[in-house]
T-cell receptor, first 115, second 114 residues
Framework: DAGVIQSPRHEVTEMGQEVTLRCKPI?????LFWYRQTMMRGLELLIY????????DSGMPEDRFSAKMPNASFSTLKIQPSEPRDSAVYFC?????????????FGPGTRLLVL | AQSVTQLDSQVPVFEEAPVELRCNYS??????LFWYVQYPNQGLQLLLKYLSGSTLVKGINGFEAEFNKSQTSFHLRKPSVHISDTAEYFCAVSETGTASKLTFGTGTRLQVTL
């Protein structure tokens, strides 16, 4: 299996622009997670989906962030408008089943820089 | 809510020496515990996890961890490290019987030198 695929791997944009991050989970996995990693705050869960349905979005920073999962093989995380403080590495992860004992498989991340 | 503390932000060690990376957690309910490793410019990869049963858990790359409920700890150990073990190590916890929600520690940077 190819693992979790994220695109783009690097994104540089200017403040105010819209940014869309993409994720393809491992085939057959039913849960998908979006994380943000920064030096200051470490690794934070933003939102997760189970069977394409958002279950917990309490980690989404504010209304500028939105996430969708239109089907089992694709998810997006959108930031509109972007701000310099959004600069971080964004990871997507997936797991076979829902459940707190499940192993999460991480993608390589998208490194976002907002100027 | 649960929390994870990794007291050591960096651990320097010589190759072939033993190492212990410390992890303590806090939760009002039973938990599952995980160690993930992150190599430079990569995503996180599971090293090992404790769900139930034996408190000594063996993982990949020669790592092991021991769950200590009374001390609320889950320290990671390796008897002899290699240069290739240089990476960031994250301890994480999730509450049993709940949905999939991991809480990560701040990470420990293991730096192995010759």
């Amino acid at each position: 299996d190819a693992g979790v695929i994220q695109s783009p791997r690097h994104e540089v944009t200017e403040m105010g622009q819209e940014v869309t991050l993409r994720c393809k989970p491992i085939s057959g996995h039913n849960s998908l997670f979006w994380y943000r990693q920064t030096m200051m705050r470490g690794l934070e869960l933003l939102i997760y989906f189970n069977n394409n349905v958002p279950i917990d979005d309490s980690g989404m920073p504010e209304d500028r962030f939105s996430a969708k999962m239109p089907n089992a093989s694709f998810s997006t995380l959108k930031i509109q408008p972007s701000e310099p403080r959004d600069s971080a590495v964004y990871f997507c992860a997936s797991s076979l089943l829902a459940g707190s004992q499940e192993t999460q498989y991480f993608g390589p991340g998208t490194r976002l820089l907002v100027l | 809510a649960q929390s994870v503390t990794q007291l050591d932000s960096q651990v320097p060690v010589f190759e072939e020496a033993p190492v212990e990376l410390r992890c303590n957690y806090s939760s009002s309910v039973s938990v599952y515990l995980f160690w993930y490793v992150q190599y430079p410019n990569q995503g996180l990869q599971l090293l090992l996890k404790y769900l139930s049963g034996s408190t000594l858990v063996k993982g990949i790359n020669g790592f092991e961890a021991e769950f200590n409920k009374s001390q609320t700890s889950f320290h990671l150990r390796k008897p002899s490290v290699h240069i290739s073990d240089t990476a960031e190590y994250f301890c994480a916890v999730s509450e049993t019987g709940t949905a999939s929600k991991l809480t990560f520690g701040t990470g420990t940077r293991l730096q192995v030198t010759l």
